[in-house]
């Protein structure tokens, strides 16, 4: 790739367009600076890449499934030896810290590499029990869906974009991906990477524009939609997507709590926390914004917490000395100042933070502590997507898991105890779809061949794992009958066939069917 922060512009070129657009300007959070630009693409762009990709998908999903893993294995090299330019432009545009760009990054490594080993594996016809047991032969095949839309939030622009191609992909698909708008030139990086990787070019494009704009003719051009967003939009999107008959998978926000049991190791629980809250400047959907801490350990909590909050390092540079990057945009700096706002209003206290902090830059907010937070105020129940979190003291687990579970949401959750059979079965009562047990939220998401995604408001569908590569793909059975009918056989009477079949039927479903898979090594 070789971009260095220079030549960003070149990128725009790796964007599908049909004629010359009017520039879309990207310019960094961190300073307001221009940092580049990209084509406001027009519904006629994703048409023209509709038709390139529906073109490009039949052959790409005639190549071998090892095949196509060796161009992600081949991309997921690039992504090593790319990691300073990725981790610089990801901190430009988006301007999160170093730290944080580089979780991103290693997840998206991870995902390129599991896919590329395991896909061929997730992707492999499976032998099911058949009609008649040894007579019908019955296989599952995973067929790609066709052409998959992939839309994308500015909040993991390298991650987002990368994993969920990267397993479209290697399920066969070819993809057209909208990037947000604030964060577009990552994204065209990585296409770049792939292009350089031997990913035959029409399989993989991108289309960079006005989600409003665009969101609607790319559904009319795909088979599948993989959106990542505000469950504001993921409603619409879904709605569009039945309307249309196609599978969509959504993953969407989150208002997650964090349960730190009476018998949870207190220092680790501290770091893991602040960790969980203030990681991302508070702009991660496996977040936490909701503490749950029991009587016990409660003041040792919040008196430990609120200093390692405190202690948190703001800053605009490229290294790996800032713990906090500033808020995305003006919006987001507003929303999180309104949160804070109407919960000071109505009798909440801030322990620490609750500033904006223009003297960094001009989109920075301090990390920000809240008690007495209730459930009139926005920051109860509605996402934050920021660098603040409310305490709250419980009385048992029982109290923790009811007012962790008192919510639309449903995407993470994490609970903190010295016993991982206490924090487990504490686990299976939360819903949600994934909980870290002694971790804020890496566990989970960093457990790439486990799905993740969430319940209620946070979504539908799941990314990594068997599940992830198998949403984008149309499971066929193909069941092959040999030496007779699975039907009604020519010689038998119905009379005696019902008989027969009745008798066979509840033969198999009890003792003899589970004799006969043994017999048959089924
Ligand atoms: P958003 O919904 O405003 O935008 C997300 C994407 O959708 C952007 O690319 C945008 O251009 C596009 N878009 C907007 N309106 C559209 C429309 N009408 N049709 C088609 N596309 C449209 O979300 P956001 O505020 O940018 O992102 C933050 C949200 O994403 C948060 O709620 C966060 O929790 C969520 N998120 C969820 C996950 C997850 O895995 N569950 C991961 C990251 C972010």
Redesign the pocket.
Known sequence: MTTTLDQLSDLAAEATVCAERPPLVVTSPLNGLTLGAVPAGTPDDVALAGERARRAASQWAAWPVQRRCAVIARYRDLLVTQREELLDLVHAENGKARVAALEEYLDAVLTAGYYAKFAPRHLAPQRRRGALPTLTSTRVAYQPKGVVGI??????PLT?VSSDAVAALAAGNAVIL????QTPLTALALLRLARQAGLPRDVFQIVTG???T??EPLLDQVDHLMF??????GR??AEQCGRRLISCAA????KNALLVLADAPLQRAVDGAVQACFSNTGQI?AGIERVYVHKDVYDAFKVAFVAKAKALRLGTGPGYDVDLGPLINQAQLEKVQAHVADAVAKGAKVLTGGEVRDDIGPLFFEPTVLVGVTDQMKLARE?T?GPVVALYQVADDAEAIARANDTDYG?NAAVWSGSLAHGRAVAARLRSGGVNVNEGYAAVWGSTDAPFG?VGA??LGRRHGPEGIREYTEPQTVAAQRLMPAGQPPWLSRETYAVVMTAAVHWLHVTGGQLLGKVMGR
């Open positions: 839309i994308t939030p500015w909040n993991y987002l909208k990037p947000d708008s006005a989600g409003a665009l969101g990542t967003g505000s469950t504001a939009t619409v999107l993953e969407l926000g989150g959907c996402e997507f995407l969430g946070s979504g």
